[in-house]
């Protein structure tokens, strides 16, 4: 039976988060977006991983939460209504501990969310009746999950792993070894596989080493059969970790649907779930980049039969029609007036909200002055 699919994601507190970055997905600035009620508060600023300027990082936020709190009694609103849980990080020195280059913060009366960002961001401060989610946009490429199959000889391990995060799976039907895989085909050989535990399996017998193909491709099947009945039709992309050899092998076995290229080569027995991430990411990232070009390509295809804008107000108004396929926002910090924040904050979130994508850009490849442009559906 092929378990259900939320079985099959590694829960949030057995993932080892890569960096001291927090994932960001569409899920959650859709959540962001659908907060209702009372003034919403965005803060952004620069943080620091080490050196003396981290001793000012909370000083910095303790000065904007403030500054908040200022506006807000300006608006008649309690500012413990809203900034209590963001003024709670002030004091909590392990989380100032462990930061990346910028920080997010978003407050309301039923919302208290921060993120830790690998990119510098401007000092910023929003309060307003949408949150200031764009400058979060770059973390969206590549927010989606992917898989990690590490298969060698003595060790066969499966991850479930996004762009700052990576957590092992239970492997339930897949062969954990070679030994464990072909134990069926000789009793003597099934003794050996389980003597030393289903987990450490050693191969004893002719071939040791270099095996030939047909053996290779009959432990690669075993683990396939395994990896399809634990994930049946999943559509998550696939990086294969494995000796060179075994990769044309694995390809012509296996039945998953998406098996990114090129694999990461090499034994990957002695690799740590961070070393697996960093060489996995490398393979996501390439294919992210390739797949950018092509949606740009659409997009420039899409401007000679009116499937696609040329403004921030068009892609906004489209975008809050349902119409945006793909969302093309600058990654170049806005400068814009308060009024393009929200215009541009407002395009996010309704193309999120009827599930189109949010990509972010190099500002150079958008019209002058422009901070999004847009990929219509019709």
Not at 360 to 373: F, K, T, Y
């Amino acid at each position: 039976m092929v378990a259900r699919m939320e079985e099959l994601r590694a829960p949030a507190a057995d993932r080892l988060v890569v960096g001291d970055s927090d994932p960001v997905t569409a899920t959650d600035l859709r959540a962001l977006g659908e907060a209702s009620s009372g003034p919403k508060v965005s803060i952004q600023l620069p943080t620091h991983r080490r050196g003396a300027e981290v001793r000012q990082d909370p000083v910095q936020l303790r000065n904007l939460l403030d500054e908040a709190a200022h506006r807000l009694i300006d608006q008649g609103v309690d500012p413990a209504t809203v900034l209590t849980p963001a003024r709670a990080l002030l004091d909590d020195q392990q989380f100032w501990q462990h930061q990346s280059d910028g920080l997010v913060v978003f407050a309301s009366p039923e919302v208290s969310r921060w993120f830790r960002v690998p990119f510098e961001l401007p000092t910023s401060l929003t309060v307003g009746d949408t949150f200031h989610v764009t400058p979060l946009a770059p973390m969206l490429s590549g927010d989606d999950e992917f898989l990690v199959l590490a298969v060698s000889q003595n060790s066969v391990r499966l991850f479930a792993a996004t762009r700052t995060t990576i957590g092992e799976l239970d492997p339930g039907p897949i062969p954990t070894s070679m030994a464990e895989a072909l134990a069926h085909e000789d009793p003597e050989r099934q003794l050996q596989a389980r003597s030393v535990g289903s987990g450490d399996a050693r191969f004893h017998g002719h071939g040791v080493g270099e095996h030939d193909k047909a053996t290779v491709e009959r432990f690669l099947r075993a683990v396939d059969h395994g990896l399809h009945d634990l994930l049946g039709a999943d559509p998550r992309p696939l990086v294969l970790a494995c000796v060179g050899y075994y990769v044309p092998i694995f390809r012509s076995v296996t039945r998953h649907a998406d098996v990114v290229e090129p694999a990461v080569e090499g034994n990957p027995e002695r690799l740590k779930p961070v070393e697996l991430h960093a060489a996995a990411w490398q393979r996501i990232s390439e294919r992210l980049a390739a797949d950018l070009e092509k949606s740009w390509s659409r997009y420039e295809e899409g401007l000679g039969n009116r499937h696609a804008t040329e403004t921030l107000d068009a892609s906004c108004a489209r975008a809050e029609e349902g119409r945006v396929d793909t969302l093309f926002v600058s990654d170049a910090p806005t400068d814009g007036t308060d009024d393009a924040h929200r215009v541009l904050d407002r395009a996010v979130l309704a193309t999120l909200a009827s599930s189109g994508s949010v990509v972010s850009v190099g500002a150079q490849r958008l019209p002058d002055g422009q901070a999004a442009v847009a990929l219509l559906r019709y």
